[in-house]
C-alpha cells in the first residue's frame, strides 16, 4: 500500500512538503476540489489500486507501479518503478523549523557513507587518505546477487574504512567515513 493523502477538510487547501535525501523540495498542495499542485503546477496525479491489490500512481497517462517499503514517523522510502526513493514529508511549520534548525546546527565536517542495504562487501576501490570527488565509486556492494557501485556523496578526504573485502554489511553500518 502506498501512502495516501486526502483532502481532510473539504472546505480547505492542505499543503504538504517533500523534502528527498538529495534537498530537492517539493510542495504539493491538495486543493478542496480534489485536485493537486505539485510546485505551484495543477497537475492530473491520481493514486490507483488494482484488484490484486497493486497501487500505481497515475500522472500524464503513465501509470507507474509504486510501493510503500518503510514508513518511520514522517520519513518514508518508496519503491516507484523499481527505483527506491528516501524522502520526509512535512507540514509547512515543520519545513519552516526544519530550515530553521538546519541553519543553527553546526556543520560535521565528515560525511559517513551507510549501507542502503544488507550485502557483502566485494571491494573497496579506495585507501585511507586518499582524495575522492562527488559521484566517484567508493566501494562495491553486493545484494541480492547483483553489484551495486556505492559511490562518494561529497568530495573530500577518506578519513577512516570501517570495512574490509568479504565483509557482510547490514543496512544503515557506516562503510566509510569522509572528511569534507
Known sequence: MILKIKNKDK??????????LDKKKYEFLFK???????NK?????????????????VWESRRVPVELVEKNQN????????ISYKFSIESPISYKRKKFLDKTQIQSKTESIIA????KIIDVLVEPN??????????????MKMQ???????TGKI?????????NVMKDDVLIEIEK
Open 159 to 167: 578519513k577512516s574504512i570501517n570495512i574490509r573485502k568479504d565483509d
Open 116 to 119: 542502503p542495504m544488507p550485502g
Open 148 to 154: 551495486n557501485e556505492i559511490l562518494s556523496t561529497v
Open 41 to 57: 503546477k495543477k497537475s492530473d496525479i491520481r493514486i490507483e489500486e488494482d484488484d490484486d491489490g497493486f497501487t500505481y500512481v
Open 11 to 20: 472546505k480547505s487547501d492542505n499543503k504538504y512538503i517533500a523534502l528527498g
Open 130 to 143: 586518499t582524495h575522492v570527488s562527488q559521484g566517484e565509486a567508493i566501494l562495491i556492494l553486493e545484494a
Open 75 to 82: 520519513r518514508y522510502e518508496v519503491l516507484v518503478n523499481g
Open 32 to 38: 478542496a476540489d480534489n485536485t493537486v499542485a505539485v
